[in-house]
C-alpha cells in the first residue's frame, strides 16, 4: 500500500512540475511564430538577440556601417555602441550563460531555458531552507516559490536576468552548504562558480551578495574550513574574471558596463588614476595620491548608490511594491516573522543552534539594501505610469520576497497544526495553496495592462505589425519610432525617434545613403505638421506609405518635390 501510494504522489508531483512549467512558458510560445521571435520589451529583444548571437556566431557585438553617419543613433533602444559596433546594455552574463547553453541545445530551446530552471530552482530552494527550517516549512516555502507572482511572472518573462541570477545564487549557495557540510570541497568550487556566475548576470547586487559571503566566510574560518573557502573564492573569481574581460574587450575597460552612466565613468576614471600614481610611486607622489584616493573613495559612494538614498520616496515604493501589490503573501509574512522570531531567539539562546537567527539577519539585511538601493529611485515601465507588476521594483526585489517565503510558510504550519477533525492536513494545504494560486494567478495573468495575456496579445500584434512592414520596407532600411523598435529589429534596422525629433540633423545624410522610415501615430496632418516644422529647411518631407491596426502608420522621408 505503501509503495502505490508513493507511486500516486510521484506522480501527481511530476505533473505539477509539467504544469508549471507550462505556465511558466506561456509567453515563450506566444513569441514564436513560424520561426521568428517577438518579445514585449526591448530589453527582452536585445538579450535574446545577443544570445542567440553567441550562440550562433560567437560575438557578443555586431558591426553597424551606418553608425557613424547617424552618430551612433541606428541600434535598438537596450543596445548602445563601442566604436563601430553595437553591444548590450545590460550586464553581459545572461548572453554568455545562456548562449553557451544555446549552443549545446540549440536556438530554439533559448525561450525555455528560464521557465525550466525556475521549476528546477525549487527543488534547491528545498534543500537550502531544509538546513535551517522543519521539513514543513522548507517543503511549503518551496511551494509557495513556485506560485508567489513575483517569481511566476518573471519566469514568465524569461529574457529578463532576474531569475536566472536569483536560481543560480540558491543552487550556488546550496553547493556550498553541501560541501561544508559534507566536507566535499569540490562542491564548494562548483558553488563558487554558480554565484560568481550569479553576479555576471546581476553584478549591481555585488554589494550585498558580498557581504553575506563575508559572514559566512567569517563563521567557516572559525570552523577550520580554509580549503573550501578558498576553493569557493577561486571559483567565484573564474566567471568574475571572464565577465572583466570581456567587459574589456565590449566596452574597453573591465569596469564599464552597457549601463553607462556618468557616475560610472567619474568613478572609473578617479579608480584609474589612484592606480597609475601607485604605478609610478614616489614619496613626492603621497599627497597627489591621497587626494586621489578621497576622491576615488567619493566616486565610489555615488556609485555604489548610483539612484540616491531617499527614505521617503523607497517607503512609498516599498508599501506599493512591497506589501500593497502581493498583500495576501505580506499578511502571511508578518505574522510568520514573528513566529520564526521567537522560536530562533529560544534555540539561539536555549540550544545555541543559531542558523535561524542568521537566516532572519540575512533576510533584513538584504530587504533593507535592496529597498534603498532601487527604492530610492523613481521610475516607471508603462507610459501610463500606473502601479503594475511589470514594473521594475518587483523584479529587482526578488530576492526580498524569496527570503520572505519561510515566514509565510511558518505562519501556514501554525494553524495547520491547530488543525482539528478528520480532514488530513494534505487537504488542507492544497486548499490553501489553491486560493494563493487563484490570487497570485490573478495578477499575473490578467489584472494589469502588463500581465501575461495582454503581453502576449501585445506580442500577437507586434508579429502582424513586423510582417506589414517586411512587405512595405526593403530590407536595407532605418525606421525611426519612438517606442516600436522591438517590432521591427532584426529584420529592418531601427534608430529611436526623440521629442522634438533631436534627431532631424541626422537624417539628411542616412537619407542619402538609404530607404529612412517613420512609424508613428501621426495623422496626415500631423505628418504634415512635421514635414513643415522639422524637415523643410532639409530638403525633405514625409509621404504616406500605408495604414495599419490602430492608427498605426508608416511614413517615408523623401526629398521635396
Given at each position: 500500500?505503501?509503495?502505490?501510494?508513493?507511486?500516486?504522489?510521484?506522480?501527481?508531483?511530476?505533473?505539477?512540475?509539467?504544469?508549471?512549467?507550462?505556465?511558466?512558458?506561456?509567453?515563450s510560445f506566444?513569441?514564436?511564430?513560424?520561426?521568428?521571435?517577438?518579445?514585449?520589451?526591448?530589453?527582452?529583444?536585445?538579450?535574446?538577440?545577443?544570445?542567440?548571437?553567441?550562440?550562433?556566431?560567437?560575438?557578443?557585438?555586431?558591426?553597424?556601417?551606418?553608425?557613424?553617419?547617424?552618430?551612433?543613433?541606428?541600434?535598438?533602444?537596450?543596445?548602445?555602441?563601442?566604436?563601430?559596433?553595437?553591444?548590450?546594455?545590460?550586464?553581459?552574463?545572461?548572453?554568455?550563460?545562456?548562449?553557451?547553453?544555446?549552443?549545446?541545445?540549440?536556438?530554439?530551446?533559448?525561450?525555455?531555458?528560464?521557465?525550466?530552471?525556475?521549476?528546477?530552482?525549487?527543488?534547491?530552494?528545498?534543500?537550502?531552507?531544509?538546513?535551517?527550517f522543519?521539513?514543513?516549512?522548507?517543503?511549503?516555502?518551496?511551494?509557495?516559490?513556485?506560485?508567489?507572482?513575483?517569481?511566476?511572472?518573471?519566469?514568465?518573462?524569461?529574457?529578463?536576468?532576474?531569475?536566472?541570477?536569483?536560481?543560480?545564487?540558491?543552487?550556488?549557495?546550496?553547493?556550498?552548504?553541501?560541501?561544508?557540510?559534507?566536507?566535499?570541497?569540490?562542491?564548494?568550487?562548483?558553488?563558487?562558480?554558480?554565484?560568481?556566475?550569479?553576479?555576471?548576470?546581476?553584478?549591481?547586487?555585488?554589494?550585498?551578495?558580498?557581504?553575506?559571503?563575508?559572514?559566512?566566510?567569517?563563521?567557516?574560518?572559525?570552523?577550520?574550513?580554509?580549503?573550501?573557502?578558498?576553493?569557493?573564492?577561486?571559483?567565484?573569481?573564474?566567471?568574475?574574471?571572464?565577465?572583466?574581460?570581456?567587459?574589456?574587450?565590449?566596452?574597453?575597460?573591465?569596469?564599464?558596463?552597457?549601463?553607462?552612466?556618468?557616475?560610472?565613468?567619474?568613478?572609473?576614471?578617479?579608480?584609474?588614476?589612484?592606480?597609475?600614481?601607485?604605478?609610478?610611486?614616489?614619496?613626492?607622489?603621497?599627497?597627489?595620491?591621497?587626494?586621489?584616493?578621497?576622491?576615488?573613495?567619493?566616486?565610489?559612494?555615488?556609485?555604489?548608490?548610483?539612484?540616491?538614498?531617499?527614505?521617503?520616496?523607497?517607503?512609498?515604493?516599498?508599501?506599493?511594491?512591497?506589501i500593497?501589490?502581493?498583500?495576501?503573501?505580506?499578511?502571511?509574512?508578518?505574522?510568520?516573522?514573528?513566529?520564526?522570531?521567537?522560536?530562533?531567539l529560544?534555540?539561539?539562546?536555549?540550544?545555541?543552534?543559531?542558523?535561524?537567527?542568521?537566516?532572519?539577519?540575512?533576510?533584513?539585511?538584504?530587504?533593507?539594501?535592496?529597498?534603498?538601493?532601487?527604492?530610492?529611485?523613481?521610475?516607471?515601465?508603462?507610459i501610463?505610469?500606473?502601479?503594475?507588476?511589470?514594473?521594475?521594483?518587483?523584479?529587482?526585489?526578488?530576492?526580498?520576497?524569496?527570503?520572505?517565503?519561510p515566514?509565510?510558510?511558518?505562519?501556514?504550519?501554525?494553524?495547520?497544526?491547530?488543525?482539528?477533525?478528520?480532514?488530513?492536513?494534505?487537504?488542507?494545504?492544497?486548499?490553501?495553496?489553491?486560493?494563493?494560486?487563484f490570487?497570485?494567478?490573478?495578477?499575473?495573468?490578467y489584472?494589469?495592462?502588463?500581465?501575461?495575456?495582454?503581453?502576449?496579445?501585445?506580442?500577437?500584434?507586434y508579429?502582424?505589425?513586423?510582417?506589414?512592414?517586411?512587405?512595405?520596407?526593403?530590407s536595407?532600411?532605418?525606421?525611426?519610432?519612438?517606442?516600436?523598435?522591438?517590432?521591427f529589429?532584426?529584420?529592418?534596422?531601427?534608430?529611436?525617434?526623440?521629442?522634438?525629433?533631436?534627431?532631424r540633423?541626422?537624417?539628411?545624410?542616412?537619407?542619402?545613403?538609404?530607404?529612412?522610415?517613420?512609424?508613428?501615430?501621426?495623422t496626415?496632418?500631423?505628418?504634415?505638421?512635421?514635414?513643415?516644422?522639422?524637415?523643410?529647411?532639409?530638403?525633405?518631407?514625409?509621404?504616406?506609405?500605408?495604414?495599419?491596426?490602430?492608427?498605426?502608420?508608416?511614413?517615408?522621408?523623401?526629398?521635396?518635390?
Amino acid at each position: 500500500m505503501k509503495r502505490y501510494r508513493k507511486i500516486i504522489i510521484g506522480f501527481l508531483c511530476a505533473a505539477a512540475v509539467v504544469l508549471i512549467f507550462l505556465a511558466y512558458s506561456l509567453l515563450s510560445f506566444a513569441s514564436i511564430d513560424g520561426g521568428t521571435v517577438r518579445l514585449n520589451s526591448p530589453d527582452e529583444t536585445a538579450n535574446y538577440f545577443f544570445v542567440r548571437s553567441i550562440a550562433q556566431t560567437g560575438q557578443i557585438g555586431y558591426d553597424e556601417p551606418l553608425l557613424a553617419i547617424s552618430k551612433g543613433v541606428v541600434h535598438p533602444r537596450s543596445m548602445t555602441t563601442a566604436g563601430d559596433k553595437v553591444v548590450p546594455v545590460g550586464f553581459l552574463g545572461l548572453a554568455v550563460v545562456y548562449g553557451f547553453l544555446a549552443k549545446i541545445f540549440g536556438t530554439w530551446a533559448i525561450l525555455f531555458f528560464t521557465p525550466l530552471l525556475a521549476v528546477c530552482s525549487a527543488f534547491a530552494f528545498y534543500a537550502l531552507l531544509r538546513r535551517i527550517f522543519p521539513r514543513s516549512v522548507a517543503a511549503l516555502s518551496a511551494v509557495l516559490m513556485l506560485v508567489h507572482p513575483a517569481y511566476w511572472y518573471y519566469a514568465a518573462r524569461g529574457m529578463l536576468p532576474n531569475i536566472l541570477f536569483v536560481d543560480l545564487l540558491i543552487i550556488g549557495a546550496l553547493c556550498v552548504a553541501c560541501a561544508f557540510e559534507k566536507k566535499r570541497w569540490w562542491l564548494s568550487l562548483l558553488g563558487g562558480l554558480l554565484i560568481g556566475s550569479a553576479l555576471t548576470v546581476r553584478f549591481s547586487e555585488i554589494l550585498w551578495v558580498s557581504a553575506a559571503a563575508i559572514v559566512f566566510i567569517i563563521a567557516g574560518l572559525r570552523r577550520r574550513t580554509v580549503a573550501g573557502i578558498l576553493l569557493g573564492i577561486l571559483g567565484c573569481a573564474i566567471p568574475l574574471g571572464i565577465f572583466f574581460s570581456l567587459n574589456k574587450a565590449v566596452y574597453g575597460h573591465p569596469l564599464l558596463f552597457g549601463y553607462q552612466m556618468t557616475a560610472t565613468y567619474e568613478s572609473v576614471s578617479a579608480l584609474d588614476r589612484t592606480l597609475d600614481i601607485l604605478r609610478h610611486f614616489s614619496m613626492s607622489a603621497l599627497p597627489a595620491l591621497k587626494e586621489s584616493v578621497v576622491e576615488t573613495l567619493e566616486k565610489a559612494r555615488s556609485y555604489a548608490f548610483p539612484f540616491g538614498f531617499d527614505p521617503p520616496t523607497f517607503s512609498v515604493h516599498f508599501y506599493q511594491y512591497g506589501i500593497g501589490m502581493f498583500w495576501w503573501f505580506s499578511l502571511l509574512t508578518v505574522f510568520g516573522f514573528f513566529i520564526v522570531l521567537r522560536k530562533a531567539l529560544y534555540d539561539c539562546f536555549r540550544r545555541h543552534r543559531y542558523r535561524p537567527m542568521g537566516y532572519i539577519a540575512l533576510a533584513l539585511f538584504v530587504g533593507s539594501w535592496l529597498t534603498a538601493f532601487y527604492g530610492s529611485w523613481i521610475f516607471f515601465d508603462n507610459i501610463a505610469e500606473e502601479v503594475t507588476i511589470g514594473n521594475s521594483y518587483v523584479r529587482y526585489w526578488l530576492p526580498m520576497y524569496l527570503l520572505s517565503l519561510p515566514f509565510a510558510a511558518s505562519t501556514l504550519v501554525f494553524f495547520l497544526r491547530g488543525a482539528a477533525g478528520r480532514v488530513p492536513r494534505t487537504l488542507i494545504v492544497i486548499a490553501i495553496v489553491a486560493v494563493l494560486m487563484f490570487f497570485s494567478g490573478k495578477a499575473v495573468l490578467y489584472e494589469y495592462r502588463d500581465s501575461v495575456f495582454p503581453v502576449a496579445e501585445n506580442i500577437t500584434r507586434y508579429h502582424k505589425n513586423a510582417e506589414w512592414i517586411s512587405t512595405m520596407t526593403p530590407s536595407d532600411a532605418v525606421i525611426f519610432s519612438e517606442r516600436s523598435d522591438k517590432n521591427f529589429f532584426p529584420q529592418r534596422r531601427v534608430a529611436q525617434s526623440f521629442p522634438n525629433l533631436a534627431e532631424r540633423d541626422l537624417v539628411p545624410p542616412l537619407v542619402a545613403r538609404v530607404p529612412v522610415y517613420y512609424y508613428s501615430l501621426w495623422t496626415v496632418a500631423d505628418a504634415d505638421y512635421v514635414s513643415t516644422r522639422y524637415f523643410a529647411e532639409y530638403g525633405l518631407r514625409l509621404s504616406l506609405v500605408a495604414s495599419f491596426g490602430e492608427g498605426e502608420r508608416l511614413y517615408k522621408v523623401i526629398a521635396t518635390e
